[in-house]
């Protein structure tokens, strides 16, 4: 069992920064893929950005170029740097991990960006 929990979120302003941090409670180098998902409210839960274990990452259209997803395996933590944030990123923003058929969700972190 692996317990994830977020920290980072918070009220910005737009073009300004957020850096989110998600810490498992146990080593993180054997879980096949990691991500960001992001739920608004009345839309459904969408992913953000995903890391698998050789690095490898993948963003949806509209974070591209502002968004970077990265894990330390040393720390247990996974990190996600958003720039340049946009009032449409307001969501609750949820660490997700997968380890063969185990899946593992945070509890989930606000980010509200201002106009």
């Known amino acids: 069992q692996v317990q994830l929990v977020e920290s980072g979120g918070g009220l910005v302003q737009a073009g300004g920064s957020l850096r989110l941090s998600c810490a498992a409670s146990?080593?993180?180098?054997?879980?096949?893929?990691m991500g960001w998902y992001r739920q608004a409210p009345g839309q459904q839960r969408e992913l953000v950005a995903g890391i698998a274990s050789g690095g490898s990452t993948n963003y949806v259209d509209s974070v591209k170029g502002r968004f970077t997803i990265s894990r330390d395996n040393a720390k247990n933590t996974m990190y996600l740097q958003m720039n340049s944030l946009k009032p449409e990123d307001t969501a609750v923003y949820y660490c997700y991990a997968s380890m063969y058929d185990k899946r593992y969700w945070g509890q989930g972190t606000q980010v509200t960006v201002s106009s």
């Open positions: 146990s080593s993180i180098f054997n879980l096949n893929f």
